[in-house]
């Protein structure tokens, strides 16, 4: 069962994004993920395919940013 969930972060740069990539890229069950970084709240937008919503905020916190559920 897919699940879009999204995120306010302060992942807002091409090299935010880079550092975040291995950290998510581990999660399994994330089948797509996007960070809007044109977007003020930098919008991060994870397809869901088994991953939860703890992992998700887990893995984007372990890489040093902020995360918030919306």
Same mark, same amino acid.
């Given at each position: 069962?897919?699940?879009e969930l999204k995120f /306010?972060?302060?992942i807002d740069c091409g090299g935010c994004?880079?550092?975040v990539t291995p950290?998510?890229?581990k999660v399994e069950g994330i089948s797509k993920w996007e960070?809007?970084?044109a977007n003020p709240? /930098?919008?991060l937008s994870v397809d869901l395919d088994g991953a939860t919503e703890e992992e998700?905020?887990?893995a984007v916190k372990?890489?040093?940013f902020t995360i918030e559920k919306i």
């Open positions: 069962m897919k699940n /306010k972060t302060n994004v880079k550092a950290f998510l890229s960070v809007d970084t709240d /930098k919008i998700v905020v887990n372990k890489a040093g």
